[in-house]
């Protein structure tokens, strides 16, 4: 399966503490996305690349947040002193810069903060 | 700025009725409009989209949407729901003023179930 591969798919970290998620899109995709998905919602923008340029950020995306690509492959997303309330659903999705605009998603990683 | 309204947080339907979920946009330029469907603890999977060109637009799963400009609706419909159609569905917008960039906002969801 070539498709959008996030690890881990689940995390559960004490407040206070830093974590780091990672995503590998689809290899051929030249833009990467991160979304946050909290219950009952859908899911929210955060952040995209282009290769390995951060073009955009949300409001949302605190100084806790930072997120890398380098070499325009995978992508790392780092929380640092994490909070009850970054516990949810991150999502992160590829899609080309030409052509077709769908984006596709990976499973997730669901953070738990106790 | 674009925004979605889902019309339902909860829809229930029986076995073989007919699905139809409820989608209303706002965008300032021509929309790419899209249908997620969610299934619990997974990812988002890709419905079907609207780009340009023919309004009613046919997913998998059965499952099509028709874009109408006019009422700035994008409704997605089954005519025979089986009961692994049970998820959230999710539909959500894109393209911005210069075109080129395919953030998606989504409206918050509708969960179908589907009853025996």
């Known amino acids: 399966d070539t498709g959008v591969s996030q690890d881990p798919r689940h995390k559960i970290t004490k407040r206070g503490q830093n974590v780091t998620f990672r995503c590998d899109p689809i290899?051929?995709?030249?833009?990467l996305y991160w979304y946050r998905q909290t219950l009952g919602q859908g899911p929210e923008f955060l952040t995209y690349f282009q290769n390995e340029a951060q073009l955009e950020k949300s409001r949302l995306l605190s100084d806790r947040f930072s997120a890398e690509r380098p070499k325009g492959s995978f992508s790392t997303l780092e929380i640092q002193r994490t909070e009850q309330g970054d516990s949810a659903m991150y999502l992160c999705?590829?899609?080309?810069?030409?052509?077709?605009?769908?984006?596709?998603f990976g499973q997730g990683t669901r953070l738990t903060v106790v | 700025a674009q925004s979605v309204t889902q019309l339902g947080s909860h829809v229930s339907v029986s076995e073989g009725a007919l699905v139809l979920l409820r989608c209303n946009y706002s965008s300032s330029v021509p929309p790419y409009l899209f249908w997620y469907v969610q299934y619990p603890n997974q990812g988002l999977q890709l419905l079907l989209k609207y780009t340009t060109g023919a309004t009613l637009v046919k997913g998998i799963n059965g499952f099509e949407a028709e874009f109408k400009k006019s009422e700035t609706s994008f409704h997605l419909t089954k005519p025979s729901a089986h009961m692994s159609d049970a998820a959230e569905y999710f539909c959500?917008?894109?393209?911005?003023?210069?075109?080129?960039?395919?953030?998606?906002?989504f409206g918050k969801g509708t969960l179908l179930t589907v009853n025996p």
């Open positions: 959500a917008v894109s393209r911005d003023s210069g075109g080129s960039n395919y953030k998606l906002t």
């Open positions: 290899s051929e995709h030249n833009r």
């Open positions: 999705a590829s899609s080309l810069v030409a052509g077709s605009p769908e984006a596709f």
